[in-house]
């Protein structure tokens, strides 16, 4: 039997860190290598036993409930992709934590690494994560940040901080601050950027973000930081968390940020170049949230790094 291998019969207890996820998501986690299809077929089948009984892949697991999983073939991980603790971007991430205990950790997530693998990365911010910490058995990420985004990003520790961190998501309790570097002289006038967002696949495959009136509804909140000749250094908040969001708004408001590949012009990115620039200018700078398990209210500050730092000290002030 080639790269395969026969899993026994389990018969897990369901804790806190599992409660109220769906079944069919549970056994995904917890059967790594086996088809999606085949989930849903031993559910369906009624191999799955829940207290001994049947459910649906709907069923939402409850604290105490015995789940029995069904012997089952999986294809054994392949740990030529899993990346090694010792990979100088994995034990880079070590030395970023900027805060950590039993429900969370707070990353300044460098610029240049995915939060996660997938299309074309072998792997993100996550796996890394998971490497380093091989006895954690619950790690997931609570939001996203671009790859060429720098800053604080949150990883939960455990379900249930995980349910209760995208609680304040949802509701827009979680208050989330933006250092960018934009073209121009930003008008204190413009405030608020509310403009709705469409996602778009080009010919070349390449995906982009829009304004359209079709796309979904958008809010980002800016305050001038610092003006600079032919530059601005401005707050971004954003309300809504849209893909692109805070890049396509300062593009809309005829602001786009320092070396956006995507969203930027030529002559002002090789501008920022000449000062010395060799990424995107955008850092999430600070999140203020409330703690999963006390319900204080936190606040967490990422440092620019160095070459964002140096890139403002060649600026002249305006």
Known sequence: MNNE????????????????QRIDNFLLTKLKGVPKSMIYRIVRKGEVRVNKKRIKPEYKLQIGDIVRIPPVR???????????????KVAQLESRILHEDNHLIVLNKPAGIAVHGGSGVNFGVIEGLRSLRTQ?????????????????????KKRSALKHLHDQLRKKTMQKDYLALVRGEWQA??????????????????????????????????????????????????????????????????????????????????????????????????????HPETDEKMTVEAPLDDNLNATLKNLKKA
């Open 136 to 156: 954690q058995k619950f790690l997931e990420l609570v939001h996203r940040l671009d790859k060429d985004t720098s800053g604080v990003l949150l990883v939960a």
């Open 189 to 290: 006038k413009d405030r608020v950027v509310q403009a709705p967002l469409l996602k778009i696949t080009l010919k070349s495959g390449e995906r982009i973000v829009r304004v359209n009136k079709e796309g979904k509804p958008s809010e980002t909140r800016f305050k001038i930081v610092q003006k600079y000749q032919g530059t601005t250094l401005v707050k971004a908040s954003p309300v809504t968390g849209r893909t692109h969001q805070i890049r396509v708004h300062c593009q809309y408001a005829g602001h786009a940020i320092a070396c956006d590949d995507k969203y930027s012009e030529q002559q002002f990115d090789d501008s920022m170049r000449a000062k010395g620039l060799n990424r995107l200018f955008l850092h999430a700078a600070q999140l203020t949230f409330l």
């Open 74 to 88: 999986v294809a054994e991980k392949d740990y030529r992709t899993a990346p090694s603790a010792n990979l100088d």
């Open 5 to 20: 291998t026969y899993l026994k019969v389990q018969l897990v207890t369901i804790d806190e860190d599992n409660f109220e």
